[in-house]
Nanobody, 122 residues
Framework: QVQLVESGGGLVQPGGSLRLSCAASGIIFSINDMGWYRQGPGKEREMVATISRRSSTNYADSTKGRFFISRDNSKNTVYLHMNSLEAEDTAVYYC????????????????WGQGTQVTVSS
């Protein structure tokens, strides 16, 4: 019913930049918070950045000043601009969105994308 589709991952050299995109589609009444999470090799999934519907943002300490999250509510899309990438940023990046599917229910459900690989290596 609801799908999150990520794009933009790939291989980049240290110091480089990438932009990830995540578009939500399906039966959507409204979207609350959206965000990006990542899971590196042998690590647990961690929050990278989140953004509210009114564009209030929150970042992990490790990404502040390097990563920037934004969203386009007209396109149900969230972006992650990643600059000054480091080897430690290598991970699978997952998009998350809290979505309300109908006007009847007030409940927002969590949805996840399939993940996109980001590899930072020379």
């Amino acid at each position: 019913q609801v799908q999150l589709v990520e794009s933009g991952g790939g291989l980049v050299q240290p110091g480089g930049s990438l932009r990830l995109s995540c578009a939500a589609s399906g039966i959507i009444f409204s979207i609350n918070d959206m965000g990006w999470y990542r899971q590196g090799p042998g690590k647990e999934r961690e929050m990278v950045a989140t953004i509210s519907r009114r564009s209030s943002t929150n970042y992990a300490d490790s990404t502040k000043g390097r990563f920037f999250i934004s969203r386009d509510n007209s396109k149900n899309t969230v972006y992650l601009h990643m600059n000054s990438l480091e080897a430690e940023d290598t991970a699978v990046y997952y998009c998350n969105a809290k979505i309300r599917s109908t006007s009847i229910s007030t409940q927002f459900s969590d949805y996840w994308g399939q993940g996109t690989q980001v590899t930072v290596s020379s």
